[in-house]
């Protein structure tokens, strides 16, 4: 029979062996979820990029579509006043 001393050891040595097994598997789980994370952080950062992008899409188009109007406007009033033009000098 082993004797105190060496079943202490024993003893010792598996607690051991089994603190590491369990270090081992809380390591290999605290690195799914930090991938897991930072999956989760990166599409979250590529959804607030992209929303961001289609708000500033959304803005150039309104400012363009403004523009357009303007120059709808400034086109007709032109015109207008080409044509009152000719209604001037026709009247001559």
Do not use: H, P
Not at 45 to 68: M, P, Y
């Amino acid at each position: 029979m082993a004797s105190r001393a060496e079943r202490f050891k024993q003893a010792a040595v598996k607690a051991a062996r089994t603190a590491r097994k369990w270090a081992q598997n809380a390591a290999r789980e605290a690195d799914r979820l930090l991938k897991e994370a930072q999956k989760r952080a990166k599409s979250d950062q590529r959804q607030r990029r992209i929303k961001a992008a289609l708000r500033r899409t959304g803005q150039v188009l309104k400012a363009a579509g403004r523009a357009a109007i303007v120059a709808g406007v400034a086109a007709g009033i032109a015109s207008a006043r080409a044509e009152g033009r000719k209604l001037k000098k026709k009247k001559r």
